[in-house]
Structures are given as structure tokens and as C-alpha cells.
């Protein structure tokens, strides 16, 4: 995730919440049913807020930066240009998501259906 103009205020809620148990999380097929092809709108605790379209294609697109997504295992997996990379755990409830990475809750942010930006 980068930092982008959108900022997610469930995201501060996020953080007083105990890190999300294996159980809780999304198996490699529900990650791919209910992120790719949408767009999620967040903030990662690292490097702020974001907002992104997951491209059936392995393409990240945002407002103003690229990169790729990845399935390995059941983590979703991120490689940008200019930036981090990194693999995230998923916790998926209906429309909202919690990144969970190794010192817990890491990010958060709202599924919203399709490319509404047009990226």
C-alpha cells in the first residue's frame, strides 16, 4: 500500500483491536473473491493512507502509481516500483478488510466494488 489522498478513519478503530486469530483469516480463494477485480480504500499504519484497483491481470492501479499483486499461499502479496513489497494476511468481514502481518494488525480498508475511479 502507498499514500494516496483517501485516509480511513476505521482504520485508528483497527488498532485497539486484539490482532486477528488464524482462524479469522481469509483462505487464498476468498482473498481472490473479495479483493480482486474491486478497489480498496484504506491506511497502513508504515505508510498512510491509499486507495487501489486490483486488476484481474496482477496490476495494482492507483491515482498516481502503479504495481503488482500476488496469491502466494494465503497472503496477498504487493510489489511497487518505487516502493515497499511485502505479503499480508487478510481478515475479511463483508465489505471491510484487516492487513495482518507479523506484529498483527497492520492496515485496514473498505472493499468497494469494481474500478469507480476509472484507473
Known amino acids: 500500500m502507498r499514500l494516496s489522498v483517501f485516509a480511513c478513519a476505521p482504520f485508528a478503530l483497527c488498532m485497539l483491536c486484539p490482532p486477528a486469530f488464524a482462524q479469522d483469516l481469509a483462505s487464498a480463494d476468498q482473498v481472490r473473491g473479495a479483493i480482486i477485480g474491486n478497489t480498496v480504500i484504506g491506511t497502513m499504519a508504515?505508510?498512510?493512507p491509499y486507495a487501489e484497483?486490483?486488476?484481474?491481470?496482477?496490476t495494482i492501479r492507483a491515482a498516481d502509481y502503479a504495481g503488482r499483486?500476488?496469491?502466494?499461499g494465503n497472503k496477498m502479496c504487493f510489489d511497487y516500483d518505487e516502493?515497499?513489497?511485502?505479503?499480508?494476511?487478510?481478515?475479511?468481514?463483508?465489505?471491510?478488510?484487516?492487513?495482518?502481518?507479523?506484529?498483527?494488525?497492520e492496515g485496514s480498508g473498505t472493499i468497494r466494488a469494481g474500478n469507480p475511479s476509472g484507473w
Open 46 to 48: 508504515a505508510s498512510g
Open 53 to 58: 484497483f486490483f486488476d484481474p491481470d496482477g
Open 69 to 72: 499483486w500476488a496469491i502466494r
Open 83 to 105: 516502493g515497499p513489497s511485502g505479503c499480508w494476511a487478510v481478515a475479511i468481514t463483508g465489505s471491510t478488510l484487516v492487513w495482518v502481518g507479523s506484529s498483527g494488525a
